[in-house]
């Protein structure tokens, strides 16, 4: 619902969630002066990868290549990187120490981390060390600093102080989309439709009369009517594995009713918790008949398609402004392909037995400045989804995993319910490459791929099946 459904107007909502977070921290004893702090909607982006152990938000791409790092609001150069980080590299396995910020709700959470470093580094009561500060005979390491932020974000969430919020100015948060019950009505009469939301059942039902009711009393109709079932409480992604106990909703009460629910789909019914599986039952399909839509995705995209199969939809609202600032600066793109084509011609000719090294500093000193403009229209962490002609972790993982994506579920509106969805044809490095003519060596068979390009470029992987929602 978060995010898909319910898109929540930026930056007024990550403001209202970033000082929530701010003086949470500030009522567990962190220094009054962190007040002084508002949230700026050009820093943050998601898909950054927080280092609890040297405090630096980084932008990585699939492989765990470091594109672009920053300590507080302080963006570090590549010798500086390489004192934390000798290969430019991380082990993004290695989810104990590297916390990826894939979600829009962590957009707040990422600002609050930078502010953070920023504060305590340039306080002269604190001193600096490599893994935190420290102030008289207290230490205050960065993992201490991300489990305290950790704490505060479960805090705003788990009292509902960020609903409670939301709930009290909906105008001013939620966009409301007259199109969204046109889309609903139309996918309702030519399919099954449900929804299956974290949030609990009160927030739901606030929510859900807002996007979906006129508010007349003349309209009797429900919003719970657009869909032919409804699961609250979900508790993704364990809904996508074990799941939860289904449990029928009190709708007037909005408590839960005791026992385990063990029967058939009841149309109008709220059900809380279940599983993946417990929706494919009910509903009578199965996982590749589904297509499902979210915002999140590890918990919505990745799981549902590993665990079980299902087509996805993935809503990246921030694609307005890529798409906007692609049509834009697309020249600049243009011109780091130009480049890397005249990086290939200046060793066209040469060989493993050749002696001659050619100069190429001039063009990477041009290809550095050129990235570095695009990232900057994009904001000062630059692009959601590439850093120059690199694709970030997020960008690779939306390819691997989204079968569709889009920046508003309402796009779905412009294409008839039986429309075939198929992913583009994209071409292999050594097929890319085939314009090329291979140099002809007398003593071996070698292929010329106009020697090693210095690009990757991603299969389409599960994208290659055909979706039809």
């Known amino acids: 619902m978060d995010y898909t459904m319910a898109v929540y107007k930026s930056p007024d909502y990550e403001s209202l969630g970033f000082e929530l977070l701010r003086d949470r921290l500030v009522s567990t004893g962190y220094p009054h002066e962190l007040l002084r702090y508002t949230y700026d909607p050009t820093f943050s982006t998601r898909g950054l990868v927080f280092d609890t152990t040297y405090g630096n938000l980084m932008k990585v791409d699939s492989n765990?290549?470091?594109?672009?790092?920053?300590?507080?609001?302080?963006?570090?150069?590549?010798?500086?990187?390489?004192?934390?980080?000798?290969?430019?590299?991380?082990?993004?396995?290695?989810?104990?120490?590297?916390?990826?910020?894939?979600?829009?709700?962590?957009?707040?959470?990422?600002?609050?981390?930078?502010?953070?470093?920023?504060?305590?580094?340039?306080?002269?009561?604190?001193?600096?060390?490599?893994?935190?500060?420290?102030?008289?005979?207290?230490?205050?390491?960065?993992?201490?600093?991300?489990?305290?932020?950790?704490?505060?974000?479960?805090?705003?969430?788990?009292?509902?102080?960020?609903?409670?919020?939301?709930?009290k100015n909906l105008e001013k948060y939620v966009v409301k989309d007259p199109n969204l019950p046109i889309l609903l009505s139309r996918i309702k009469e030519v399919s099954k439709i449900f929804l299956a939301t974290n949030s609990d059942y009160s927030y739901t039902e606030v929510i859900m009369k807002y996007l979906l009711e006129n508010g007349s009393k003349s309209s009797r109709v429900s919003w719970r009517s657009y869909f032919d079932l409804i699961v609250v409480d979900t508790r993704k992604p364990l809904f996508f594995s074990e799941g939860t106990v289904l449990r029928q909703v009190n709708t007037h009460t909005g408590k839960l009713r005791i026992g385990t629910y063990t029967g058939a789909l009841q149309h109008g019914t709220v059900y809380s918790g279940g599983s993946s599986d417990i929706i494919c039952d009910l509903l009578d399909v199965r996982g590749k008949d589904i297509l499902y839509v979210g915002d999140h995705i590890f918990g919505d995209i990745l799981k549902s398609k590993k665990h079980q199969g299902w087509k996805t939809f993935l809503v990246v609202p921030e694609l307005d402004k890529e798409l906007q600032m692609w049509n834009e600066k697309k020249h600049l793109f243009e011109e780091l392909k130009s480049l890397d084509i005249f990086l290939a011609e200046r060793s066209k000719y040469l060989d493993s037995g050749s002696g001659e090294c050619p100069d190429i500093s001039s063009i990477q000193s041009r290809v550095k400045v050129v990235t570095f403009r695009m990232e900057m229209y994009y904001g000062q962490m630059g692009s959601l989804l590439r850093s120059g002609s690199r694709q970030t972790l997020f960008a690779s993982q939306l390819q691997r995993y989204a079968d569709l994506y889009s920046s508003t579920c309402i796009n779905l509106l412009h294409y008839p319910f039986n429309y075939l969805f198929l992913a583009p044809p994209v071409l292999m490095p050594h097929e890319s490459s085939m314009?090329?003519?291979?140099?002809?060596?007398?003593?071996?068979?070698?292929?010329?791929?106009?020697?090693?390009?210095?690009?990757?470029k991603m299969s389409d992987g599960d994208n290659a099946d055909a979706v039809e929602p």
């Open 64 to 167: 765990g290549n470091i594109l672009l790092c920053s300590h507080g609001f302080t963006f570090l150069k590549r010798e500086e990187i390489q004192n934390y980080y000798p290969n430019m590299f991380i082990q993004r396995g290695d989810t104990d120490r590297f916390y990826i910020l894939n979600t829009l709700f962590n957009l707040s959470e990422t600002y609050i981390y930078a502010c953070l470093v920023d504060f305590f580094t340039r306080c002269n009561r604190h001193s600096n060390l490599p893994i935190g500060f420290q102030h008289g005979d207290l230490f205050m390491s960065f993992r201490g600093m991300f489990q305290d932020v950790r704490d505060a974000m479960d805090y705003i969430h788990d009292t509902g102080s960020l609903k409670e919020r939301t709930i």
């Open 435 to 456: 314009e090329h003519r291979s140099v002809e060596f007398p003593s071996a068979q070698l292929t010329g791929t106009n020697h090693l390009k210095n690009k990757t």
